[in-house]
Nanobody, 122 residues
């Protein structure tokens, strides 16, 4: 699976942004999809995941502000981010995995996109 993330940019605190991740190469609906983020010097952090059946999971830090969704017809997963905070500043990565469970564990994901940078100014 090849993943291409897009939609990052510079926004002010309180604003919204939508990230997209387009997949190609395999049957998209066979994969659970996740979003992770990383800042310099820190480990990659789980943000949100959506299973192939549509169940969603969120990190506590983004619950109620971010929404993950997928469109299997377009082979795309989205991350709608609202009420953004400066601490949301990071490079955001989308990922896909064929195995079930362990949605928050980055090591369980088989494929990764190139990352898209989100900067939230105060």
């Amino acid at each position: 699976v090849q993943l291409q993330a897009s939609g990052g940019g510079l926004v002010q605190a309180g604003e919204s942004l939508r990230l997209s991740c387009a997949a190609s190469g395999r049957t998209f609906s066979d994969y659970d999809m996740g979003w992770f983020r990383q800042t310099p010097g820190k480990e990659r952090e789980f943000v949100a995941a959506i299973t192939r059946s549509g169940s969603t999971y969120y990190a506590d830090s983004v619950k109620g502000r971010f929404t993950i969704s997928r469109d299997n017809a377009k082979n795309t997963v989205y991350l709608q981010m609202s009420s953004l905070k400066p601490e949301d500043t990071a490079v955001y990565y989308c990922a896909a995995k064929s195995s079930r469970w362990y949605y928050t564990d980055s090591k369980k994901y088989d494929y990764w996109g190139q990352g898209t940078k989100v900067t939230v100014s105060s």
